[in-house]
């Protein structure tokens, strides 16, 4: 439901932010005045009000100038010294005749599309950034549900965080400063909970061997050893941080423990006498900067700061962090996020899971495993039946072989004289959400960048420097890698290539659909597309 409609009241009025006695997720705004000043009505020929008296406005007036409530009739307040002192807030909800109580009070909330445009949705106070991310996939129309996220994002401050799924959206707003541009994206979010299915996320160096309990465990069974028992070990490292009230960058050695954030004065020393208490993990969240080097003069692009929950966005309120590759970044607030939330994060990613199984189950699909290991190379060659191929080699040479395969069949199948090829179009590829048009390098990076930087991650674009001519972007390893996707000509029929001609696809989605379940000359099989929605 779309909500435009704003209201402009005169007088001495100042627009403050403060907790009510009716909801308790802090998000009503309230105006207070002073003392002296008198409530005057947004039009002279409406009489002034006392403060004990329940004022109702509404935009629509009646012929005699009157304004109409939209609720209930002013009637005398019998108890004003209990609801309305001298110097207590009027909340907002009751000027406008509504209900404040938390149990049916409706807010709105205003998501953004990463084209730019906006969608207003009407919820309760205690919605959660899951309800809101499943209602903009049906309003949307998504192909799928699976890894959709809120982004909260302070442009002017240049910092961003995806919302837990557990989060109460209203909640997060009422953080939010009166006069800024704060506001919320609906994108996709790859790697929210990728530190689940790796079992080496957490490189050893940054595991503290002061307990000697964790020794020789790998990171997933820390992960698992800190979600069943509580107890987990120390996460130590070097960063770069700004000195308050300065330009200035100096390395600190940090360690997270879950009584919160230390630096040490003195090298890596662990010593009381030489750790720094810096920060609560209960009362603070972390964000990704975005373009860190020139809004703060960082040393490298791989930034990020801790800021208290509770407190309006302010830059003097902020600690910035610099961390030396995008590893150790991702891993230092993912060991934030799992030190705050514990058990909650599990569950959250239990719940994804299961609804992802759900939508498959729906759509009555093929079931694809999401890992590689449980791909094997068959041969359907003999008699008997399928075999599974265990020599390396000969996998690879049948997947060579399948490949060419595949494109006789087709050139066969379009060869035909009923065939109706001719209707196809070449462009088929610019319906696929994975295809983006003629968005450049830079621009292709920071997308998926911004939707998680795993594996198998892609894009496919128009190339700028060769004519007809397509470019795949692929995340591998935390880095996009760029393939170049040329056009040939072979017995009077155009194909696509990417390895100089040994492999040929007639289009785009041959392609793509190809590299799905075949790595061919790529690190790493097509998984994940990099998807933009409007709103």
């Given at each position: 439901?779309?909500?435009?409609?704003?209201?402009?009241?005169?007088?001495?009025?100042?627009?403050?932010?403060?907790?009510?006695?009716?909801?308790?997720d802090g998000s009503t705004r309230v105006a207070s005045r002073p003392p002296s000043s008198s409530l005057r009505a947004p039009s002279a020929d409406v009489p002034s009000l006392c403060r004990s008296l329940p004022v109702s406005i509404s935009p629509n007036r009646s012929k005699g100038g009157e304004s109409?409530?939209?609720?209930?009739?002013?009637?005398?307040?019998?108890?004003?010294?209990?609801?309305?002192?001298?110097?207590?807030?009027?909340?907002?909800?009751?000027?406008?005749?509504?209900?404040?109580?938390?149990?049916?009070?409706?807010?709105?909330?205003?998501?953004?599309?990463?084209?730019?445009?906006?969608?207003?949705?009407?919820?309760?106070?205690?919605?959660?950034?899951?309800?809101?991310?499943?209602?903009?996939?049906?309003?949307?129309?998504?192909?799928?549900?699976?890894?959709?996220?809120?982004?909260?994002?302070?442009?002017?401050?240049?910092?961003?965080?995806?919302?837990?799924?557990?989060?109460?959206?209203?909640?997060?707003?009422?953080?939010?400063?009166?006069?800024?541009?704060?506001?919320?994206?609906?994108?996709?979010?790859?790697?929210?909970?990728?530190?689940?299915?790796?079992?080496?996320?957490?490189?050893?160096?940054?595991?503290?061997?002061?307990?000697?309990?964790?020794?020789?465990?790998?990171?997933?069974?820390?992960?698992?050893?800190?979600?069943?028992?509580?107890?987990?070990?120390?996460?130590?490292?070097?960063?770069?941080?700004?000195?308050?009230?300065?330009?200035?960058?100096?390395?600190?050695?940090?360690?997270?423990?879950?009584?919160?954030?230390?630096?040490?004065?003195?090298?890596?020393?662990?010593?009381?006498?030489?750790?720094?208490?810096?920060?609560?993990?209960?009362?603070?969240?972390?964000?990704?900067?975005?373009?860190?080097?020139?809004?703060?003069?960082?040393?490298?692009?791989?930034?990020?700061?801790?800021?208290?929950?509770?407190?309006?966005?302010?830059?003097?309120?902020?600690?910035?962090?610099?961390?030396?590759?995008?590893?150790?970044?991702?891993?230092?607030?993912?060991?934030?996020?799992?030190?705050?939330?514990?058990?909650?994060?599990?569950?959250?990613?239990?719940?994804?899971?299961?609804?992802?199984?759900?939508?498959?189950?729906?759509?009555?699909?093929?079931?694809?495993?999401?890992?590689?290991?449980?791909?094997?190379?068959?041969?359907?060659?003999?008699?008997?039946?399928?075999?599974?191929?265990?020599?390396?080699?000969?996998?690879?040479?049948?997947?060579?072989?399948?490949?060419?395969?595949?494109?006789?069949?087709?050139?066969?199948?379009?060869?035909?004289?009923?065939?109706c090829h001719g209707s196809r179009s070449t462009s088929i590829h610019q319906t696929q959400p994975w295809f983006h048009g003629g968005v450049s390098r830079g621009e292709a990076q920071r997308l998926i960048e911004e939707q998680g930087l795993v594996d198998g991650m892609f894009l496919?674009?128009?190339?700028?420097?060769?004519?007809?001519?397509?470019?795949?972007?692929?995340?591998?390893?935390?880095?996009?890698?760029?393939?170049?996707?040329?056009?040939?000509?072979?017995?009077?029929?155009?194909?696509?290539?990417?390895?100089?001609?040994?492999?040929?696809?007639?289009?785009?989605?041959?392609?793509?659909?190809?590299?799905?379940?075949?790595?061919?000359?790529?690190?790493?099989?097509?998984?994940?597309?990099?998807?933009?929605?409007?709103?």
């Amino acid at each position: 439901m779309l909500l435009e409609n704003s209201m402009e009241v005169e007088g001495p009025w100042r627009e403050v932010s403060r907790r009510t006695d009716g909801p308790e997720d802090g998000s009503t705004r309230v105006a207070s005045r002073p003392p002296s000043s008198s409530l005057r009505a947004p039009s002279a020929d409406v009489p002034s009000l006392c403060r004990s008296l329940p004022v109702s406005i509404s935009p629509n007036r009646s012929k005699g100038g009157e304004s109409q409530s939209s609720s209930m009739p002013s009637i005398p307040n019998p108890f004003p010294e209990l609801c309305s002192p001298a110097h207590s807030p009027v909340p907002m909800g009751a000027l406008l005749g509504q209900s404040t109580s938390s149990a049916g009070a409706t807010h709105v909330v205003k998501v953004y599309g990463e084209d730019g445009r906006s969608r207003s949705l009407w919820v309760h106070a205690g919605t959660t950034a899951r309800d809101v991310s499943r209602m903009l996939v049906q309003t949307a129309h998504c192909a799928d549900q699976e890894s959709w996220a809120l982004i909260e994002l302070h442009p002017a401050l240049g910092l961003e965080r995806c919302l837990e799924d557990h989060e109460t959206v209203v909640e997060v707003q009422a953080t939010w400063p009166l006069e800024g541009d704060n506001r919320l994206l609906f994108r996709k979010n790859y790697a929210k909970y990728e530190f689940f299915k790796k079992p080496m996320f957490f490189p050893e160096h940054m595991i503290s061997d002061s307990a000697d309990v964790n020794k020789g465990m790998t990171s997933s069974e820390l992960i698992q050893n800190l979600l069943n028992s509580g107890s987990c070990p120390e996460i130590q490292g070097f960063l770069q941080v700004r000195e308050p009230s300065r330009k200035a960058w100096k390395r600190f050695c940090f360690f997270l423990r879950r009584s919160g954030l230390y630096c040490s004065t003195k090298g890596s020393s662990k010593e009381p006498r030489h750790l720094q208490y810096v920060a609560d993990l209960e009362d603070l969240n972390i964000y990704g900067v975005i373009d860190g080097r020139k809004l703060y003069g960082a040393p490298s692009d791989f930034t990020f700061c801790i800021k208290p929950s509770r407190n309006r966005a302010r830059s003097r309120d902020m600690k910035l962090l610099c961390a030396e590759n995008e590893q150790i970044r991702t891993c230092w607030t993912t060991a934030f996020r799992l030190f705050k939330y514990g058990k909650q994060l599990q569950c959250n990613y239990q719940l994804s899971q299961s609804i992802r199984l759900q939508e498959g189950a729906v759509r009555q699909g093929p079931k694809h495993s999401v890992t590689e290991a449980s791909l094997v190379a068959m041969d359907f060659s003999g008699k008997a039946g399928g075999r599974v191929i265990e020599n390396p080699k000969e996998a690879q040479h049948a997947e060579q072989e399948e490949g060419l395969a595949w494109r006789k069949k087709t050139a066969l199948r379009y060869s035909l004289p009923n065939t109706c090829h001719g209707s196809r179009s070449t462009s088929i590829h610019q319906t696929q959400p994975w295809f983006h048009g003629g968005v450049s390098r830079g621009e292709a990076q920071r997308l998926i960048e911004e939707q998680g930087l795993v594996d198998g991650m892609f894009l496919i674009r128009d190339s700028q420097q060769h004519a007809k001519c397509f470019v795949l972007s692929l995340c591998y390893k935390l880095k996009t890698k760029h393939y170049l996707i040329i056009p040939c000509e072979e017995g009077g029929r155009n194909y696509y290539t990417m390895d100089d001609g040994v492999t040929l696809f007639i289009d785009l989605l041959q392609l793509v659909e190809f590299h799905q379940i075949n790595r061919g000359i790529l690190p790493v099989c097509l998984k994940h597309p990099c998807v933009c929605v409007a709103l």
